[in-house]
């Protein structure tokens, strides 16, 4: 294997066995919102390991709370030094990008995380038990469930404060994962998210088993998807000879005449790229839960605690659309013709079974994951429009959706019995009659998400519509509306159900959380409400940043 | 002076919204604050008046631009008013009756709790119809147009409580939205053709237009005129329309409002003279309803109902020489005016009447009061007077002249309107003075006042005791003073007119005016006209005057037993329109129940079922997630491959 110039990376820099190794260089400042993040996990597993219990709680808040915000002000000036635009670049020696879409996807990323932190740290909903204040989040996780030692543990008054670092693991591989700009990094940020997702979703309070029971499955699946990614890059990096986007962009559009030796019997072999192409669109269409490669999301969704599923949702979506599109729209522009069609079914299935699948559906979480497999196919059509409006539509709609998502879940774990969260949806039957706000609130999400105007999901609608109808995506526009349509009805039954029906005697209370959850649902209601009512100035913003650096 | 004419408007909006939105907290003031701003706008009427008196004929019509309303690409629509003699002559009538009406209405609505509201929808009809007649565009005429009919529907529904009041309103204001279609048609045509509706260009350029256009527009505009004027075929609505209040009646069913389609005729006179068709639908249109309304006037006992006929009948003399062209323009509007004067005037007398009756409205019932009422007496007769054109009175010159002018139009169309104009002058005499003798003359056929418990819905202001007679009185100043001041317009208006030719000469500049070429003599038709005035009264004295009246109506002939029922109006629409409308709407809702319905509900069942298979799918089970991402990879792989095979 040679490191000719044209071709070398970080990796294979690493990797070159002839060659001195030389002193990788690394953008520092330009990385620091990922830095921050990471050295901010480190500094909880710390935490964790040397502060008494009582203080980890608060401890571990600050540092979440501070890092992410430190986080998102380092975005912030990343994209006011016109890294977003003129100065776009590739750094860390061709691994990650530094531009437009990446910052503005870091930034959604880290506001939608900070919210989350704010809904993993409640500690009101919940009963107190024994007289200590406790989570969504098992007492000790690794006790079996039902156990002695779990009784125990409970008794204690432990409290599994270790989903702070996590949650901050899990968002540092977010911010690479859009940003990757090779295929090395991208495996690499899909499992540092993946891997405390996997934990995280097994680690509820109440309904134990159902919770690990998701994340096993979760889990399964998830390592079954990474095998086509990492297959799919293997077999493009059979044919490229580089693993970097840029590189093997330039060998489909034929610009690279010199074959390596090594590889002269697969480069330039284009079955190689279009089944590697496919399986890395297979790994990423899992992540954003496409069908047909959906089915672990009602189930993960579900038995997941609720903190985690809203911030799973917002955030993963937000990732994974982004590698997604930066795939499609730097590897891939030369293939258009080839993976636009396949796309094409995939958004039409993903479009019409998560809607049709959720008119059926009698549980509120598995209600919401098939509204956002049916979001998903939403997006898609803006991803297919492969025009600069589809980019920045896209941008927008992730934005939007994101916030949407982690208030409605937020909603859900404020509606309880004795059970823990009342998620059958039967029995939030008149619940606007007891708790007209909440109901009122969660209206206003569900609104949103059906696309009623002057809610940000009508203008995420709109905008990838637009895109996609004005990128020759006419007739799966038609095929979005029509799902909108029957996506509406269930919507709608939900608000009906809330506000029309009698309310039953043994129905669920509504619990009044403190100011974290508060907080998180008005932002998400005050984001929905601006996004749909004042949309210019954002999508703006998202068209600026609708350049990909290549 | 530009800047006064949209004080014309704002004082009286004012006052409708300060009255209507104030609340309780004015119904102390709020009638006079209603007339006070009525008040204002007559007066600034005035000075603009006398200012534009001072002016040069050609330096008189006065042009004030608010603002563009609707400025859109090629689409321009603005507020301006126009301010020319024919504008001048409706504002100085509207705010002259207008204010006169709300005097009026103090005295006669003084026992209404709902007062307030009255002054305040009388303000705000007052403040459409001052914008119908200033607009400087059809558009924004149209929006005074509808503005008046929201007032008219709002007014005649007053007394919401009485069905009959509430199924009159609904009646006029649908049978007005058919006229309102026709506006807003003519309205469109005039854009496509002109590409503008404002009054100016639409005007000057009408004759380069072609006359199939200036007649379909022509049509149109009758169309809105007839629904608005209350002339055949939409005229069924006005006589209903005497549910409400009697100043309503006098003010908005009488003097100004259902003049409004001569006004939109006599404007939008260059399209019409272009159109000689359209002219003839109009003379058509005037002719048939002044002998229509006159006919239903002999039959009705109602008081109120025989002016209604009368109302239409002498409306229709106004259509019918606006249909003239530029030989009745200026004839039209006289006639319009003073009718304004002496038709209010004997409205307002029936209120009087009524109001010194129980109620009562049935003729009848009535008799012998003009020893009781002597000032509702004298200015009820010199009303009366007029409107059968008795020589030297106001009714007299105006009508006279729309006589002359129906012949001068020559050929056999000019003897078919002047013979039609005549027989309706025979009727006018006719049915007036069958009112005059049934209610002032005779003996008193006074009936106790029935039980309230019993018929829905009293005027207010009567104190009616159950089982007593009527102890007739006169009315109050307030109430008086106003028919005192009608009725010396009634007298002399006509005269004034006509010293000089002075109207001829003030309108002339806007509407222009033509003398025709008449086969009789000026004096022939007085005379003509003569003749006939005596003979409609020889007759009703024959069969009023001369033996009494008895209580309950004979059942007369089949065609005063039609005439009675409005000459079937009411049937007509019902078979013609109603029935077939209420098929048309029965087969619909069908065909929404079972074909659109089916297919929703259909379509929404198979969504459902649908959902419930697919949901199967999700079984729980990670080995067949597994094998569904395996397929989906492999059906994903195998489509890019075939992708590019093909």
């Known amino acids: ?550 | 002076m530009e800047n006064l004419i949209g004080l014309l408007v704002a004082a009286p909006l004012l006052g409708a919204a300060v009255l209507l939105c104030g609340g309780r907290a004015l119904d102390r003031v709020g009638h006079w604050l209603g007339t006070a701003l009525a008040g204002v706008s007559f007066l600034i009427g005035a000075v603009l008046f006398a200012d534009m008196l001072g002016e040069e004929t050609s330096d008189r019509a006065l042009h004030s631009h608010l603002f563009s309303w609707i400025p859109v690409g090629g689409f321009r629509a603005d507020v301006g008013f126009q301010l020319d003699q024919l504008s001048m002559t409706f504002v100085l009538l509207i705010t002259g009756v207008g204010t006169l009406i709300h005097i009026y209405s103090i005295g006669y609505m003084e026992h209404d709790e709902r007062r307030r509201r009255f002054f305040g929808y009388l303000n705000l009809f007052l403040a459409a119809m001052l914008l119908l007649v200033l607009a400087d565009n059809y558009l924004l005429l149209y929006v005074g147009w509808e503005g008046v009919g929201l007032a008219s529907y709002l007014l005649i529904g007053f007394w919401q409580h009485k069905p009959s009041a509430a199924t009159a309103a609904k009646k006029a204001f649908i049978v007005n939205r058919v006229g309102d279609v026709g506006l807003s048609i003519a309205i469109m045509l005039m854009f496509t053709t002109f590409g503008t509706f404002a009054f100016a260009p639409v005007l000057s350029e009408a004759d380069r237009a072609g006359e199939g256009k200036l007649t379909a527009i022509g049509l149109m505009l009758l169309l809105a005129a007839c629904g608005k004027s209350a002339q055949v075929p939409l005229q069924s609505w006005l006589g209903d329309a005497m549910e409400g209040p009697t100043p309503v009646s006098a003010l908005i069913h009488a003097a100004t409002m259902v003049t409004a389609g001569v006004y939109l005729i006599t404007r939008s006179g260059a399209i019409f003279n272009a159109a000689p068709d359209a002219q003839t639908a109009v003379v058509t249109v005037g002719a048939v309803t002044l002998l229509f309304g006159a006919i239903v006037g002999c039959a009705k006992d109602d008081i109120k109902k025989a002016l209604a006929g009368s109302t239409m009948s002498q409306i229709g003399y106004m259509i019918l020489a606006a249909g003239l062209g530029p030989i009745g323009y200026v004839f039209a509007i006289m006639h319009l005016v003073t009718h304004g004067f002496f038709k209010a005037g004997l409205f307002l007398g029936a209120g009087s009447v009524m109001h010194a009756m129980n109620d009562e409205v049935d003729m009848r019932k009535y008799g012998g009061l003009r020893r009781y009422m002597p000032i509702t007496f004298a200015t009820f007769g010199l009303g009366y007077l007029a409107i059968i054109g008795f020589p030297g009175l106001s009714g007299f010159w105006s009508k006279d002249k729309i006589i002359e002018a129906a012949f001068a139009k020559g050929g056999t169309e000019g003897w078919i309107l002047g013979a039609a104009t005549l027989l309706g002058a025979a009727i006018t005499a006719y049915y007036m003075t069958r009112v005059m003798l049934l209610t002032f003359f005779g003996e008193k056929r006074w009936q106790p006042a029935p039980d309230p418990h019993k018929t829905a819905g009293i005027e207010p202001g009567a104190e009616a005791h159950p089982g007593e007679l009527p102890h007739p009185h006169e009315s109050p100043k307030s109430m008086t003073i106003p028919m005192i001041v009608l009725a010396f317009g009634s007298v002399f208006a006509g005269g004034l007119f006509s010293l000089n030719d002075a109207f001829v000469n003030w309108l002339e500049p806007v509407t222009g005016h033509d003398h025709g070429d008449s086969p009789l003599s000026a004096a022939t038709v007085t005379a003509g006209t003569m003749v006939v005035l005596v003979v409609g009264v020889a007759l009703a004295w024959a069969q009023y005057g001369r033996r009494p009246v008895p209580v309950t109506a004979p059942r007369g002939s089949a065609l005063t037993r039609a005439a009675r029922r409005d000459l079937l109006q009411d049937d007509f629409n019902h078979v013609v329109l109603v029935k077939p409308g209420e098929y048309l709407t029965r087969g619909l809702d069908r065909v929404d129940h079972t074909l659109v319905d089916g297919a929703v509900n259909g379509a929404a069942a198979s969504v459902g079922g649908l959902s419930g298979r697919l949901r199967k799918l999700q079984n729980g089970y990670a080995r067949t997630y597994a094998v569904s991402m395996f397929g989906g990879a492999a059906v994903l792989i195998a489509a890019t491959l075939l992708m590019r095979a093909v």
């Open chain 1, 1 to 550: 294997m040679s490191s000719a110039p044209s071709v070398h990376s970080l990796w294979m820099t690493a990797a070159g066995p002839r060659d001195k190794i030389p002193t990788p260089h690394i953008e520092y400042g330009q990385l620091s919102p990922v830095l921050i993040v990471v050295g901010a996990a480190v500094l909880g597993i710390l935490v964790e390991a040397f502060l008494p219990r009582r203080q980890r709680y608060a401890a571990q808040l600050f540092v979440s709370v501070v890092s992410l915000a430190a986080a998102f002000a380092a975005v912030i000036a990343l994209a006011a030094g016109d890294y977003g635009t003129s100065k776009a670049h590739v750094a860390a020696m061709g691994a990650i990008a530094v531009d437009g879409p990446a910052l503005f996807l870091q930034g959604t990323i880290l506001l939608v995380s900070l919210v989350a932190v704010f809904t993993f740290a409640e500690r009101r909903l919940d009963p107190q038990t024994h007289g200590n204040r406790v989570d969504s989040f098992a007492a000790q996780p690794a006790a079996v469930p039902g156990g002695e030692a779990e009784e125990a543990a409970v008794r204690a008054g432990f409290t599994s404060t270790e989903v702070f670092p996590l949650l901050l693991f899990a968002v540092a591989g977010m911010l690479v994962f859009p940003a990757a700009n090779d295929l090395l990094t991208l495996f690499v940020a899909l499992e540092v998210f993946s891997l405390p997702l996997y934990i995280l979703c097994a680690l509820a309070r109440r309904h134990r088993l159902l919770s690990q029971e998701s994340a096993v499955k979760y889990f399964l699946l998830g390592a079954f998807s990474s095998a086509f990614l990492l297959f799919g890059i293997a077999l493009l990096y059979g044919y490229a000879g580089t693993v970097t986007y840029s590189g093997i962009a330039d060998v489909v559009d034929g610009q690279v005449s010199r074959v390596d030796p090594a590889l002269a019997q697969t480069m330039g072999n284009d079955a190689l790229l279009l089944i590697g192409g496919a399986m890395v669109l297979v790994g990423l269409l899992f992540k954003v839960g496409a069908v047909p490669f959906h089915m672990w999301t009602p189930d993960v969704y579900q038995g997941a605690p609720t903190p985690v599923t809203g911030f799973m949702a917002a955030a993963t979506k937000v990732a994974a659309f982004g590698a997604l599109l930066r795939l499609l729209y730097v590897v891939l522009p030369g293939l258009r013709w080839d993976w636009r069609p396949v796309l094409w079914g995939v958004a039409i299935l993903t479009m019409l079974g998560g809607a049709v699948v959720a008119i059926t559906q009698t549980d509120v979480k598995r209600l919401l994951a098939y509204s956002s497999i049916a979001h998903a196919g939403f997006i898609l059509a803006g991803v297919i429009a492969t025009n600069k409006d589809g980019v920045s539509s896209v941008l927008f709609y992730l934005a939007a959706y994101s916030f949407v998502t982690l208030g409605a879940f937020a909603v859900v774990t404020l509606v309880r019995d004795a059970g823990g969260e009342a998620t059958q949806l039967s029995k939030w039957a008149g619940l606007g009659r007891r708790s007209p706000l909440v109901a009122a609130v969660f209206a206003v999400f569900l609104l949103a998400f059906a696309g009623i105007p002057l809610t940000s999901g009508f203008a995420g609608k709109f905008a990838v519509f637009k895109a996609a109808a004005e990128g020759g995506a006419g007739p799966l526009v038609v095929v979005g509306v029509i799902a909108s349509a029957v996506a509406a009805f269930f919507y709608i039954r939900v608000i009906v159900l809330m506000f029309f029906n009698e309310p039953k005697a043994d129905g669920p209370t509504v619990a009044v959380p403190s100011a974290l959850t508060t907080s998180a649902i008005g932002i998400g209601v005050a984001v929905t409400l601006v996004l749909g009512v004042a949309p210019q100035y954002f999508l703006d913003l998202a068209s600026q940043a609708g350049v990909f650096v290549r």
